[in-house]
Structures are given as structure tokens and as C-alpha cells.
């Protein structure tokens, strides 16, 4: 269904003479191989947040083995340096997977001598105490395992740079909003309320976020089950508009 709804999405867009260069996906197999043999113009990136999950979910799995509790202080860290690594490579895989190698050395408190690429940590001389991995143990073997897999460095050489799905999510959050998936909808009704979705997510995606008296920006703190106890900052934004009223 995936790669029907892609393989639509680009034809229309083609058909009204506009051309992709660049593509952001999850990593669906099957739209990756149709991407590389059908769309060889076009630079096809990962989701980061799709990568980090896959991650996050085994480096979960391992730090609930009895002794193996350290991998849980550091999978926040290991993750936000998944980010890291493709913010600032600038969609330069071999830089990337440098950076992201990295990390193997950097969990056992050493900081250069990486590789030709990325010799050294880019982050200040850390002054407060942590707790570190010895190299040859089981838990940093096992982890390290994880971080090295040849499947994840294949995926972190793609991921992207600049958009993410995150917008898309959105926008299908909104479906949910005007057609419920517990509820049946004929074609007519369910292609009305695609409409409405449709052009309420385009009327309120860009809109500016809310200030107070002072002309501050507004942020909220949440604190999402996904993040199991950890904080969120979010932009609180300003309310959503509706179109034009007629009268």
C-alpha cells in the first residue's frame, strides 16, 4: 500500500511538471529498492526519528538483562547522537558513518584517534563524572554489536539531513480528527473529509507560535509516554484558523 500511495504521489507530481529531487521515507524495503531502480535522480533519504526508533527499541531489549543497567544511562545520549550525526553532516554518508562510529570509542572515554574522517569528538573537554563502558566486557560487546551492525550503518549513511516525515505524521493525525478509523466511511463521505483535512492541515501548518504579554515566545513542558519519564520542550503555537467566514 506504501509504495502504491508513492509510486501515485510522484506520478501526479510529474504530471504537473514538478520535479522531485529529493525524497524522505521510512525504510520500507520495498520503496527502497523501487526508488533506487526507478528514481536513479533522485537522492532518497531515512526518517531519522524512524532510524532512532528501530535503535531505541534494542538498545531497551539489552539494557533489561540483569547487569546490564548502564546501557539505559547512556541510551538517551547514544540516540541524541544518532541526531547529531545527520544534522551536521550535511547528507554526506561517509561523514556520517565516520561520526556515528565514533561512538564506540566514545562510550569507553576516548575522545580521539577515531578515524581520518572524524578524528577527534567534537564536544568541549567534559569535566563531570560518568560512568563509562570497559572495552571487552559482555554488556560493551553486546552494545557494541548494536551500534555496529552493518544494517544500521547502511541506514545511517542515508538519513536525512534536512525534512523529515514529521509534517506527514501531522497531517495524518488530522485525518484521524475528521475520519475516525473506528468508524466506516462510503467513498464520497471518506474523499470529503480527505478535503477537509486536507485544507485545514494547509491553513494551520505554518502558523506562528503564540506569545505572551510580553511578545516571549510560549513553550510548554510534556512529558510523553514514549520518552518513559523524560521531558519534552514544545513551541506552544497560536490558535487555528478556520478560513474565512461568510455570512
Known amino acids: 500500500m506504501e509504495l502504491e500511495g508513492l ?12 520535479k522531485v529531487t529529493t525524497l ?14 526507478k528514481c536513479t535522480a533522485t537522492v532518497h533519504y531515512f526518517d531519522i526519528w ?38 551536521s553532516s550535511n547528507g554526506n554518508g561517509e561523514e556520517a558513518l565516520a561520526k556515528w562510529e565514533s561512538v564506540a570509542n566514545h562510550i569507553v572515554g576516548i575522545h580521539e584517534g577515531h578515524s581520518s574522517t572524524f578524528p577527534k569528538c567534537a564536544h568541549p573537554p567534559i ?27 547502511k541506514d545511517i549513511k542515508k538519513l536525512s539531513p534536512i525534512g523529515q516525515t514529521s509534517s506527514l505524521e501531522g497531517y495524518h493525525s488530522v485525518v484521524n480528527h475528521f475520519a475516525p478509523k473506528m468508524f466506516h466511511f462510503g467513498y464520497e ?29 510560549q513553550y ?5 509516554k514514549a520518552k518513559q519519564g523524560h521531558h519534552t520542550l514544545r513551541k506552544i503555537m497560536s490558535n487555528s484558523t478556520y478560513g474565512e467566514k461568510h455570512m
Open 24 to 37: 524522505v521515507t521510512d525504510r520500507h524495503l520495498q520503496i527502497q529498492k523501487w526508488v533506487r531502480e
Open 189 to 217: 463521505a471518506m474523499r470529503s473529509r480527505l478535503r477537509l483535512a486536507a485544507m485545514h492541515f494547509n491553513e494551520n501548518a505554518n502558523r506562528a507560535q503564540a506569545t505572551d504579554k510580553s511578545g516571549d515566545p
Open 127 to 153: 569535566v563531570t563524572e560518568r560512568e563509562w563502558f570497559t572495552a571487552g566486557t559482555p554488556v560493551y560487546e553486546e552494545l557494541s554489536d548494536i551500534l555496529e551492525s552493518s544494517y544500521l550503518k
Open 220 to 224: 510548554s513542558i510534556c512529558f510523553p
Open 50 to 87: 524512524h532510524v532512532a526508533k528501530g535503535l531505541k527499541k534494542r538498545l531497551t531489549t539489552l539494557s533489561k538483562k540483569k547487569g546490564y543497567s548502564l546501557v539505559s544511562k547512556w541510551l538517551r545520549s547514544i540516540v541524541n547522537h544518532l541526531y547529531w550525526v545527520a544534522v
Open 7 to 18: 509510486k501515485r504521489g510522484l506520478k501526479r507530481l510529474e504530471n504537473s511538471n514538478i
